[in-house]
C-alpha cells in the first residue's frame, strides 16, 4: 500500500510541488507519501525534521512526535506535524501559521481549498457551522488510498486552517 501512495501522490504532486519547494524541496512535496511509512524513513527523508519537545495527542493513540517548520503551501506559511502511531506515520497535519488578520480574511484556507481542488478535483464533502461569533468550515477530499480534509476555525480568540492527510480506511457495514 506504501508503494501505492507513493507512486500515486508522486503523481499528483507535481502540480503542487512549486509552493513546497520553496522551503525545503522534493521531499515535502511529497509529504503525504509518507503515510504507513516508518518513522525511520519518515526522519531519514527531512533533512529539515526536528523532533517535537513534547508530543502532541493525536487520534487512535497516535502521537505527534516530529515537525517541519514554516513549509509553504498553496503559497501560505505551514508547520507539518507528523503522527505516529505502531511505528508507522498515521497522520499528517499541516498548522498554518499564517497572521490572524490573514485568517480572519479566510486567506489561507481559500488558498489551499484552490490548491487541493486543482490536485485532488472536486471536494467530497462540505460543512459549515456558526453560533455567537463563532464558526467552522469543513472541506473532505479523497481518492483510493487516502483522505485529505481541510478545517477552518474562528472564534473571537482564535483563527486556524489545518489540513489533514490520513490513509483512508474503508469499512464494510458489518464493521461500524
Known amino acids: 500500500m506504501n508503494r501505492l501512495i507513493q507512486s500515486l501522490v508522486?503523481?499528483?504532486?507535481?502540480?503542487?510541488?512549486?509552493?513546497?519547494?520553496?522551503?525545503?524541496?522534493?521531499?515535502?512535496?511529497?509529504a503525504?507519501?509518507?503515510?504507513?511509512?516508518?518513522?525511520?524513513?519518515?526522519?531519514?527523508?527531512?533533512?529539515?525534521?526536528?523532533?517535537?519537545?513534547?508530543?502532541?495527542?493525536?487520534?487512535?493513540?497516535?502521537?505527534?512526535?516530529?515537525?517541519?517548520?514554516?513549509?509553504?503551501?498553496?503559497?501560505?506559511?505551514?508547520?507539518?506535524?507528523?503522527?505516529?502511531?505502531?511505528?508507522?506515520?498515521?497522520?499528517?497535519?499541516?498548522?498554518?501559521?499564517?497572521?490572524?488578520?490573514?485568517?480572519m480574511q479566510r486567506i489561507p484556507f481559500e488558498q489551499v481549498l484552490a490548491e487541493l481542488g486543482r490536485t485532488y478535483g472536486d471536494s467530497q464533502a462540505f460543512g459549515t457551522f456558526e453560533d455567537r461569533g463563532r464558526s467552522a468550515q469543513s472541506v473532505a477530499f479523497s481518492n483510493q488510498d487516502m483522505d485529505i480534509s481541510l478545517h477552518y476555525s474562528m472564534s473571537p480568540d482564535a483563527c486556524a486552517t489545518r489540513v489533514i492527510y490520513k490513509a483512508r480506511e474503508v469499512k464494510d457495514a458489518s464493521e461500524l
Do not use: D, H
Open 10 to 30: 508522486f503523481s499528483m504532486a507535481a502540480y503542487s510541488a512549486t509552493a513546497f519547494a520553496q522551503r525545503c524541496g522534493a521531499t515535502c512535496a511529497n
Open 32 to 103: 503525504e507519501s509518507f503515510l504507513g511509512s516508518s518513522e525511520q524513513a519518515l526522519v531519514a527523508s527531512f533533512p529539515e525534521i526536528k523532533r517535537l519537545p513534547k508530543p502532541i495527542q493525536g487520534p487512535r493513540n497516535s502521537r505527534g512526535k516530529w515537525g517541519v517548520p514554516e513549509v509553504l503551501f498553496a503559497a501560505q506559511p505551514f508547520n507539518i506535524t507528523f503522527f505516529i502511531s505502531t511505528g508507522l506515520v498515521s497522520r499528517i497535519e499541516l498548522l498554518s501559521t499564517a497572521s490572524r488578520a490573514q485568517c
